[in-house]
């Protein structure tokens, strides 16, 4: 229970320290579930308005495990399959290591359902998101060409 001395009046929303039950009674009991009422509203007679319950919006931030699992992931390219697709082996701690790319590929999204069953939709689309985001990464860091390497007076003298 959190300890509120100044709160909003649940009927004219003023600035008030006074404190009642919704329903008029001032058992000790029932504190949690008091609410703030100004005296002019206890004097005109107006019952406390029952405090709104807020929905809890759908969190679509990922759990700190999973997050730390993501951050520790390894990216290696593999050889390109007989296609040409390129290949990447995923390896996540918690999770495993995972082929992307190539065809006949594992199927990503029931894996991660599987190994994480809390995560709602839009979670697991985040993960996989995340995972794709570093095999393309990882792609495109095998493939560029190299930049003009560095001169440096170490070794150019």
């Avoid at 001395?5 to 504190?31: E, W």
């Avoid at 005296?39 to 709104?52: I, N």
């Avoid at 939709?121 to 560029?144: L, M, W």
């Amino acid at each position: 229970m959190a300890l509120h001395i100044i709160g909003r009046c649940s009927n004219c929303k003023s600035l008030t320290s006074r404190v009642t039950a919704p329903n008029g009674d001032d058992n000790d009991d029932k504190q949690d579930r008091r609410v703030h009422q100004c005296r002019g509203c206890a004097a005109k007679g107006l019952k406390p308005a029952e405090r709104e319950t807020k929905k809890k919006k759908p969190s679509t931030e990922l759990p700190r495990h999973i997050e730390d699992a993501l951050a520790g992931a390894r990216y290696v390219v593999r050889s390109s399959d007989e296609s040409g697709f390129p290949r990447v082996v995923a390896t996540i701690p918690a999770f495993g290591s995972i082929m992307l790319g190539g065809e006949g590929g594992e199927d990503i999204v029931a894996r991660i359902e599987r190994v994480w069953p809390t995560l709602d939709e839009i979670q697991v689309r985040r993960v996989v998101n995340y995972i794709d985001a570093g095999a393309a990464s990882a792609i495109r860091a095998a493939t560029e060409r190299p930049g003009r390497p560095k001169k440096r007076w170490l070794t150019d003298y």
